[in-house]
């Protein structure tokens, strides 16, 4: 086989990750909520990470907190009419019942607004409460509306 197939595979490969299909819609509706979503998981990690290493620093946590609250906007208007095709781990549902995963994303903002509040104080039980809230929010969405696969 000539080598530049290979190239060309790995190419693909690298810029869609794991091998799924690349978004090819006019304005990547797809690619440009899953990038939102990764940006906002990249944050909240660290954040779970210093909780859970025990190596919380206020200054630090809250300004993890506030790329949080910059970053947690950001996904929601790429869920246009018709964006469900592959790449996409997006359930059906979201478009049948908006109204219920409009109420999952005003819960996880509500849940973000507490623990921005609480991101920079010493009440580190109340800051780990308000981040296991949220946490919940994540998940409580990811149930009903993305598919289980990843
Ligand atoms: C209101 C619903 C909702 C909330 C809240 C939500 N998500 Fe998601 N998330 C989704 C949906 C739907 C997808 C699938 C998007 C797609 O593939 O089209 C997704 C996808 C993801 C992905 C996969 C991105 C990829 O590369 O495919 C990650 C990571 C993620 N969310 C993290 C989080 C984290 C962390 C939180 C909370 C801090 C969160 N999400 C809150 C609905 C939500």
């Known amino acids: ?16 990750g794991c091998g799924e299909p690349e ?11 899953k990038q ?33 609250a910059a970053r947690r906007n950001a ?3 790429y869920f246009a009419a018709d964006t469900l095709y592959p790449p996409s781990h997006a359930r059906a ?9 409009d109420e999952d994303k005003k819960d996880f903002l509500a849940a973000t607004d507490r623990l921005i509040a609480a991101a920079g104080g010493q009440d580190r039980r ?7 809230k949220v ?8 149930k009903a509306f993305k598919k289980r696969s990843d």
């Not at 086989?1 to 869609?16: G, K, Q, Y």
């Not at 549902?93 to 995963?101: Q, T, V």
């Not at 109340?126 to 296991?132: D, K, L, R, S, V």
């Not at 946490?135 to 990811?142: L, V």
Request: aromatic share 14%.
């Open 93 to 101: 549902e979201i478009w049948s019942e908006p109204a219920k995963f």
């Open 36 to 68: 939102a979503f990764k940006d906002i998981f990249d944050v909240f990690d660290s954040m779970g990470a210093m909780l859970k290493k025990d190596s919380y620093d206020a200054a630090t946590f809250k300004a993890l907190a506030q790329q949080l």
């Open 1 to 16: 086989m000539p080598r530049t197939f290979f190239l060309v595979i790995f190419a693909a490969l690298a810029l869609s």
């Open 23 to 33: 978004d090819t819609r006019p304005g990547q509706p797809v690619a440009h909520r």
């Open 135 to 142: 946490k919940d929010s994540c998940e409580a969405c990811h």
């Open 75 to 77: 996904p929601w208007n």
């Open 126 to 132: 109340a800051i780990e409460a308000a981040f296991g």
